[in-house]
Nanobody, 118 residues
Framework: QVQLQESGPGLLKPSQTLSLTCTVS??????????WSWIRQPPGKGLEWMGV???????SYSPSLKSRTSISRDTSKNQFSLQLRSVTPEDTAVYYC??????????WGQGTQVTVSS
């Protein structure tokens, strides 16, 4: 059973950088042909896909967030991470990590609330 767990700060000030880590257990992030996504849900809105890192380390980002987003991984810890730069209150959301297969998500973390406020 694959499990994913998000971790990181819950409160940031505008212009700071959001850094979240997803720790994966029950499966390796380097296993063919899975990919690992970050997805968020702002209050009262739908899910927004942010980006993905594949089993072999390739990344892809949402065009609307590409300029501010980086996804990386630490295979020794079986973790992948999200950085979102220059946050604003509009980045307030529940952030999820998930496993992708064939462009759909089959395992999700429980989500972590991130609030951006001065």
């Amino acid at each position: 059973q694959v499990q994913l767990q998000e971790s990181g700060p819950g409160l940031l000030k505008p212009s700071q950088t959001l850094s979240l880590t997803c720790t994966v257990s029950g499966g390796s992030i380097t296993t063919n042909y899975y990919a690992w996504s970050w997805i968020r849900q702002p209050p009262g809105k739908g899910l927004e896909w942010m980006g993905v890192i594949t089993y072999d380390g390739n990344t892809s980002y949402s065009p609307s967030l590409k300029s501010r987003t980086s996804i990386s991984r630490d295979t020794s810890k079986n973790q992948f991470s999200l950085q979102l730069r220059s946050v604003t209150p509009e980045d307030t959301a529940v952030y999820y990590c998930a496993r992708d297969l064939d462009s759909s998500q089959d395992y999700w973390g429980q989500g972590t609330q991130v609030t951006v406020s001065s």
